[in-house]
């Protein structure tokens, strides 16, 4: 008996087309034709950005148009002493410290001097004692004369014989010895006594030329010595430099040499004050090379010194094949000059904001160096397209070229 309420697999089938289908298709690929043709119409539409290099205002000054050559180096003192004491001693008072501006012959520190005071009161007694010595010869020398002349008068009478006359004459000859030991003994008391003056103030530690203490080496209480190799004991108490002879010790490469002669115009610029230009001359050039930097010292001497500037300062010198002048010395805004064009009968300069460039008028002067000196709304820094195009103009987009 057959089943007949479930159906044969011949009566059943599967529908591939959902109802609709065609339809929804042709839709589908409408509205993405409409989304790509907006799409493109918008990448067509969208403004474009001009790819542009930049280069930037700088600051220069005119004498650089003269460089010759450029070298660094650093501010020395010719005139420098590290000053310390002939004796050996406790130090007592120090009058000085780092800064302190001296004159030839203060005094800069004392060392405890109570056994060179009692040697030299002991000096000067012996100086009195042998001064008394040589009074007490001279009276004895004084009294043998007498005695002398007397007994040759006694003896031209006959009182007296002559043996006892030359008795008189011997002891005037031993008197006149002792006065002479008497006044030698003087004068070594005399030399002694100059050495003990002479250790006395070999405790003062004076300053020997004017100047200014740039490092304080001992403190008080400090054994000072002079050779400083003895253990826990200081050599030179301070050390000091006199600032009017401050000169700049530059090293110049070896191959430049020839462009360096005594006399010679320098520019010199200082790291610690990158705003100031100072004038100099080459004063001398070492005869010799470094041979791990094959480059000769060359001393230039400032033109005029300045009180901001100290020793071991960083410089930089730049050796001139003329003279600077006032106005040679004074900064300036310059720029690559392919960064200047023409516009409408002005100069301008594009210069670079955020995304957009914006026209600045400028006024070009003379070429220093690489760059154009220009003056106008501009400051140090400043980045202004490098070769504009012609169709480029202010308030249009850019993009900066990668390097």
């Given at each position: 008996m057959t089943d007949t309420s479930?159906?044969?697999?011949?009566?059943?089938?599967?529908?591939?087309?959902?109802?609709?289908?065609?339809?929804?298709?042709?839709?589908?690929l409408w509205v993405g034709a409409a989304l790509a043709?907006?799409?493109?119409?918008?990448?067509?539409?969208?403004?474009?950005?001009?790819?542009?290099?930049?280069?930037?205002?700088?600051?220069?000054?005119?004498?650089?148009?003269?460089?010759?050559?450029t070298a660094s180096g650093y501010v020395v003192?010719?005139?420098?002493?590290?000053?310390?004491?002939?004796?050996?001693?406790?130090?007592?008072?120090?009058?000085?410290?780092?800064?302190?501006?001296?004159?030839?012959?203060?005094?800069?520190?004392?060392?405890?001097?109570?056994?060179?005071?009692?040697?030299?009161?002991?000096?000067?007694?012996?100086?009195?004692?042998?001064?008394a010595?040589?009074?007490?010869?001279?009276?004895?020398?004084?009294?043998?004369?007498?005695?002398?002349?007397?007994?040759?008068?006694?003896?031209?009478?006959?009182?007296?014989?002559?043996?006892?006359?030359?008795t008189a004459a011997t002891r005037l000859n031993a008197a006149k010895a002792a006065v002479t030991t008497a006044e030698a003994a003087v004068g070594v008391a005399r030399a002694q006594l100059k050495v003990q003056q002479v250790n006395l103030d070999y405790t003062?530690?004076?300053?020997?030329?004017?100047?200014?203490?740039?490092?304080?080496?001992?403190?008080?209480?400090?054994?000072?010595?002079?050779?400083?190799?003895?253990?826990g004991a200081q050599g030179a108490v301070v050390t000091m430099a006199d600032m009017g002879t401050l000169e700049v010790e530059a090293d110049v490469s070896e191959s430049n040499l020839a462009k360096a002669k005594i006399g010679q115009p320098v520019e010199i610029t200082l790291d610690a004050l990158p705003d100031a230009r100072f004038r100099g001359s080459v004063v001398g050039i070492v005869p010799t090379v470094d041979r791990a930097k094959a480059t000769v010292m060359t001393k230039i001497r400032f033109e005029k010194l300045d009180p901001r500037i100290l020793p071991e300062m960083s410089a930089k010198v730049t050796i001139l094949s003329q003279a600077a002048t006032d106005a040679d010395q004074k900064p300036l805004l310059a720029v690559n000059p392919k960064a200047v064009v023409e516009r409408d009968g002005r100069k301008q300069v594009l210069r670079v904001k955020d995304d957009t460039v914006e026209a600045v008028e400028?006024?070009?002067?003379?070429?220093?160096?690489?760059?154009?000196?220009?003056?106008?709304?501009?400051?140090?820094?400043?980045r202004v397209v490098l070769s504009p195009p012609d169709k480029l103009a202010g308030g249009m987009k850019i993009a900066v070229a990668a390097k």
């Open positions: 479930t159906p044969s697999l011949k009566q059943l089938s599967i529908q591939r087309t959902a109802p609709g289908g065609p339809k929804r298709r042709r839709w589908g043709v907006v799409a493109v119409g918008a990448f067509v539409l969208r403004p474009g950005k001009t790819e542009v290099q930049v280069t930037s205002v700088v600051t220069t000054y005119p004498s650089q148009q003269y460089a010759q050559l003192a010719q005139r420098r002493a590290a000053v310390a004491s002939k004796a050996t001693g406790r130090l007592e008072v120090l009058n000085v410290r780092e800064g302190s501006q001296v004159k030839q012959g203060d005094v800069l520190a004392r060392l405890d001097a109570s056994d060179v005071r009692a040697a030299l009161a002991q000096a000067q007694a012996a100086v009195r004692q042998a001064e010595a040589v009074a007490q010869a001279g009276v004895e020398r004084t009294q043998a004369e007498a005695d002398l002349r007397r007994q040759q008068a006694l003896q031209a009478k006959g009182f007296v014989s002559p043996q006892t006359v030359e003062e530690i004076r300053a020997p030329f004017d100047g200014v203490v740039l490092v304080k080496n001992a403190n008080v209480g400090d054994i000072i010595t002079p050779f400083s190799s003895a253990a400028v006024t070009p002067g003379r070429r220093i160096g690489d760059n154009l000196e220009i003056t106008g709304a501009l400051k140090s820094g400043d």
